[in-house]
């Protein structure tokens, strides 16, 4: 028996631009983070991908999927999930956190993980039930992907 999906098809203007706004968190070493923000162009994540020599890379999240909150527990076990789906497609995973500004919304346990394409990283974000993805090419331009 087929269940109705109860979930939206299209994204809020709101939820976009909360998106939008979002600063997304990767520590690249114990005492280095870099923060990216979808659209703006970043030389420290210009200079990760050309001395990684990878081509692109994709900014994810396993929390609360489609942006409807779930306990600690449940966000904790989904990141755990989401760190061994992305290791086998890349060797350089770094640990971050996306955050609003707004303080609207809590921080999300993230990874931003290079070496993946736009194909599996939209894949990725459709498994965890996210509504969005961000992914990076050469250009070091952090794109916001809608999934729904």
Known sequence: MQHANTEPTV???ELIHAYLAARYQARIK???SITLRAGDYSAPLA???????????A???ACNPASQMVTPAENQSATIQLHKQLIRYSRFIYPGKSTDPAEQWPAEASFLAL???L??????????GQNA???INTD??????LLR
């Open 47 to 57: 200079t990760l991908l050309q001395t990684s020599g990878c081509r692109n890379a």
């Open 115 to 117: 070496g993946i394409n």
């Open 140 to 145: 070091a331009i952090p794109r916001l992907v």
């Open 30 to 32: 114990p005492n280095h």
């Open 11 to 13: 994204l809020s203007q």
């Open 133 to 135: 993805i961000l992914w």
């Open 59 to 61: 900014y994810i999240t």
């Open 119 to 128: 194909a599996t990283a939209t894949a990725i974000g459709h498994t965890f």
